[in-house]
């Protein structure tokens, strides 16, 4: 059975760190790898990966696929209380469909 | 990127009636689908709705349940049918834009409670 699993589930820092939140999955006929961000109703997409060891940078956002390892890590650097939110993985396969993780809800305290 | 939107944004329904979802995006989209967020817990898949044929749905969903329609490219519903208070969720519909690779973008959702 296809499954993505988020670490951790929740997290809470101050304002300034660095946080690294991680995705690992187990999913047939992988195509890609999506990150969101989810602050009250809809995911707001961030990136998507498809190759392994290719950097994606946004901002102070950036990712990373290792699709040998399966897993991606999602690293924000110096937080602002705007970027508490849920942050969720999903793993999209060959037909199109995206299978999501838990998600990590990260808050940031000022 | 796509802009989607979804109606209604919110609706309390009585237990036993049936809410219709309508999703709107305002270009091509070569796939759209439904999900459903339970309280506290991540997204889960309900179907793919496929243009002018019946939807594709995922295990645990029934189209007598949750008949979707996709009439045209860039419009599709969602009922829920015969409701109940297990019913209560967000849902969201999806789309994946032509040319765009193959993010999927997500519309604000429609928030159900069901009494």
């Known amino acids: 059975e296809d499954k993505v699993v988020q670490s951790p589930l929740s997290l809470v820092v101050h304002e300034g760190d660095t946080v690294t939140l991680n995705c690992s999955y187990e999913?047939?006929?992988?195509?890609?790898l999506l990150w969101y961000k989810q602050e009250k109703k809809a995911p707001t997409f961030l990136f998507m990966l498809?190759?392994?060891?290719i950097e994606k940078k946004s901002g102070r956002l950036s990712s990373i696929l290792d699709k040998k390892e399966l897993f991606s890590i999602l690293n924000i650097t110096a937080t602002q209380t705007g970027d508490s939110a849920v942050y969720l993985c999903?793993?999209?396969?060959?037909?199109?469909?995206?299978?999501f993780g838990q998600g990590t809800e990260l808050s940031v305290k000022p | 990127s796509a802009v989607i939107s979804q109606k209604p944004s919110r609706d309390i329904c009585q237990r036993g009636t049936s809410l219709t979802i309508q999703c709107q995006v305002d270009?091509?989209?070569?796939?759209m689908f439904w999900y459903r967020q339970q309280p506290g817990q991540s997204l889960t898949l309900i179907a793919t709705?496929?243009?002018?044929?019946?939807?594709?749905?995922e295990s645990g969903f029934v189209i007598d349940k949750f008949p979707i329609s996709r009439p045209n490219l860039t419009f599709s519903t969602l009922t829920v049918s015969n409701m109940s208070p297990e019913d209560s969720s967000i849902y969201l519909c999806?789309?994946?834009?032509?040319?765009?690779?193959?993010?999927?973008?997500f519309g604000p959702g429609t928030r159900l409670t069901v009494l």
């Open positions: 999903a793993v999209g396969n060959q037909g199109g469909k995206l299978i």
């Open positions: 270009s091509q989209v070569t796939m």
């Open positions: 498809t190759s392994s060891g």
């Open positions: 999913v047939t006929n992988f195509r890609s």
């Open positions: 709705a496929n243009q002018g044929s019946e939807a594709t749905y």
């Open positions: 999806s789309g994946t834009v032509s040319g765009s690779g193959h993010e999927q973008f």
